[in-house]
DNA sequence: ACGGGGTGCGTGATACGTCAACATCCCCGT
DNA sequence: ACGGGGATGTTGACGTATCACGCACCCCGT
């Protein structure tokens, strides 16, 4: 047996539970938002999202699971049935025949316009109307911080 | 068409998106190393920890379902997945014959007990170390703000 | 040129989450 | 007492995430 662990305080606990509660509320309340009003998930939104946002509408299948974080498998089934919703398409790629390209088609580029003013909408009424200015900058560098402490290795 | 929205800002984003890829981060950091480390995962972990904190280390379906904010059907199936692991075994409810209690088998409460302390030294490592005291205590409040103004509806 | 190791991506099995439908049972008004 | 509405919990179907594996292909040393 090793020596006790020193246990989480009150506060060091409710920031732990806290994190976790908030934000699958929040996905829950957004996903719903967007797979109500306009048959999009969130996985849905974030992709079409990184694909507009780059040039020509298209990114290497790789690049794109770079950029989301995603397992590359997991970004392939999802793209599977994104183009099977006519979403998004597949392209082969010249230089390297092993690669593949992911376009966004007229109605995936559609769908998200239509959508993101929603979504805009649906992160200040769950989310930042809530707090404020000060807590929002806090809270972007406490994530970041986060995030860089964890995302190697 | 409606006037256009108002984007957000780049603090702004920075505090959604990092929130979503804080939290994506941490939870698959802790999950691995609890189905790693013991076999269980962090769903199993949070059920267990919720039911020895009961007392006679039983709870009724729906009260356990209240308390993780969970679907019941979400609660059933995975207790059916426990329980078929010998992590916890449902039992009759004598004053309402509808009812079911959910109980800790020995060997349940073998597993959190050896698991619990690792998990707190994940949350610290992955999450808290890198974190200032005010900054925990500030993240604490956005949480319990954001969670307090969404639980309703 | 060729042969082996690494890369880019897809697939199938399995675990998990959500929804809708259902069976059972309680409670309360009449 | 009985009958309907609401509550408790389970189930099946389906979408999604992960893992292990496989295939095609590139690159580089020889």
Not at 36 to 53: H, I, N, P, Q
Not at 66 to 95: N, Q, Y
Request: with cysteine; hydrophobic share 40%; glycine share 6%.
């Amino acid at each position: 047996m090793s020596a006790d662990p020193r246990w989480l305080t009150a506060t060091e606990e409710r920031a732990w539970r806290g994190l976790l509660r908030m934000h699958d509320l929040l996905v829950d309340r957004a996903g719903r938002s967007m797979q109500e009003g306009f048959g999009l998930s969130a996985a849905d939104y974030t992709v079409l999202a990184e694909l507009t946002r780059a040039p020509g509408d298209r990114l290497r299948v790789q690049e794109l699971a770079g950029v989301l974080d995603w397992e590359k498998s997991r970004l392939s089934h999802h793209l599977t049935r994104m183009a099977k919703r006519g979403l998004v398409v597949r392209e082969e790629c010249a230089d390297d025949r092993r690669g593949a390209f992911v376009v966004v088609t007229p109605a995936g580029r559609e769908a998200i316009e239509a959508a993101a003013p929603r979504h805009v909408e649906d992160v200040r009424r769950y989310f930042l109307n809530h707090l404020t200015p000060g807590q929002i900058t806090l809270l972007a560098e406490i994530a970041d911080t986060v995030i860089e402490n964890n995302k190697h290795r």
